[in-house]
């Protein structure tokens, strides 16, 4: 499985962003899929996961009620739609695939295969 992350910019406090996340291989439509977040000089943290078939998803505390994760297996791509960003949200954020597990995952360590992050900057 290759992933190739996009979206990433530059935004105002309270602007919105949707991240995509496109994979290649056939395993993607039964894979749990994460994505992931890493801030200048703090290790990366879980964002939100989504199952395989996009009937289970679980957030982080600081991003639940302001982030959506979905998937569309048709097209092999995973999204992150991100509302209400704050300077806080700044990081690069990375798509990850468990291809192991079909359900939600948040440890980093039970995905496989992960993308080449996009940068997401919130300006205050």
């Known amino acids: 499985v290759q992933l190739q992350a996009s979206g990433g910019g530059l935004v105002q406090a309270g602007g919105s962003l949707r991240l995509s996340c496109a994979a290649s291989?056939?395993?993607?439509?039964?894979?749990?899929m994460g994505w992931f977040r890493q801030a200048p000089g703090k290790e990366r943290e879980f964002v939100a996961t989504?199952?395989?078939?996009?009937?289970?998803?679980y957030y982080a505390d600081s991003v639940k009620g302001r982030f959506t994760i979905s998937r569309d297996n048709a097209k092999n791509t995973v999204y992150l739609q991100m509302n209400s960003l704050k300077p806080e949200d700044t990081a690069v954020y990375y798509c990850?695939?468990?291809?192991?597990?079909?359900?939600?995952?948040?440890?980093?360590?039970?995905?496989?295969?992960w993308g080449q992050g996009t940068q997401v900057t919130v300006s205050s």
């Open positions: 291989g056939r395993t993607f439509s039964t894979s749990a």
């Open positions: 989504i199952s395989w078939n996009g009937d289970r998803t």
């Open positions: 990850a695939a468990d291809i192991d597990r079909s359900g939600v995952v948040t440890s980093q360590s039970r995905y496989d295969y």
